[in-house]
């Protein structure tokens, strides 16, 4: 598997002074589709690049992880989650008949600041996760190579289980609750986000393709809140 189809740069700077002929050099990187510089709530730069126009979906990649934690806090302040010290284990019953009792202790926090103590199916094990017929359960069963809220362990497959705990409080599909929580209020349409094989909408970062332009609204958001 490819680790990146593409690099996605989304810029936001206080200052462009001596800066064009370091953009002007982004037309040689064969791996950049696409450049967004955002000053003071306006675009001040956009360019898009190799044969990538505004209109086509580009994939986010672990930019996903960052639109996770939104909709996680958005689900949080409508009251379908009752806070980020909440258990995961209130979402994910397995747990308490798990050997390791200190599973119990994962929290949503956890999952949001790449603490849960699980272990991770990073390359080039992603694949193993990724096929598996429930990746949830799978990550879920995977011993603790540290105390929950201790150590930092960047883990994709651990950031997925914010989208099933986001389906499993709103009762609807992590897409249907981003489009109308986040998406449709910032005039975002055009999308496409796919489910791994537990059902769930990818809360990882592999299966959401989005338009440069929404992708800064985004940005810009979190800017201005």
Same mark, same amino acid.
């Given at each position: ?6 690099i ?11 800066? #064009?002929? @370091?953009? !002007? ?8 589709? &696409?450049? =967004?510089? *955002?000053?003071? /709530? ?9 044969? #990538?126009? @505004?209109? !086509? ?8 992880? &960052?639109? =996770?934690? *939104?909709?996680? /806090? ?16 209130d ?100 999308y ?34």
């Amino acid at each position: 598997m490819i680790i990146y189809d593409l690099i996605y740069l989304f810029i936001f700077i206080t200052s462009c002074r001596d800066k #064009k002929s @370091e953009l !002007d050099q982004l037309v040689n990187d064969k791996g950049i589709y &696409s450049v =967004i510089i *955002i000053k003071n /709530g306006k675009i001040i730069f956009r360019q898009f690049y190799n044969g #990538k126009t @505004e209109n !086509d979906l580009v994939n986010v990649q672990s930019e996903t992880k &960052s639109i =996770i934690a *939104i909709l996680t /806090g958005i689900a949080i302040d409508k009251d379908y989650i009752k806070s980020a010290d909440q258990p995961i284990s209130d979402f994910f019953s397995q747990i308490f008949s798990d050997k390791d009792t200190l599973k119990k202790e994962i929290t949503i926090r956890h999952l949001l600041n790449q603490t849960s103590g699980l272990k991770d199916f990073e390359y080039p094990q992603l694949d193993k996760w990724l096929t598996d017929t429930n990746p949830s359960s799978l990550i879920i069963a995977q011993p603790l190579v540290s105390k929950p809220g201790r150590t930092y362990q960047y883990n994709t497959a651990a950031t997925h289980l914010l989208s099933a705990i986001i389906s499993k409080a709103t009762q609807e599909k992590t897409e249907k609750f981003a489009e109308e929580s986040l998406f449709k209020p910032l005039g975002i349409s055009n999308y496409k986000w796919g489910k791994l094989k537990d059902g769930y909408n990818d809360g990882g970062g592999l299966s959401l393709w989005m338009k440069t332009d929404d992708l800064a609204k985004i940005g810009q958001l979190l800017i201005d809140k």
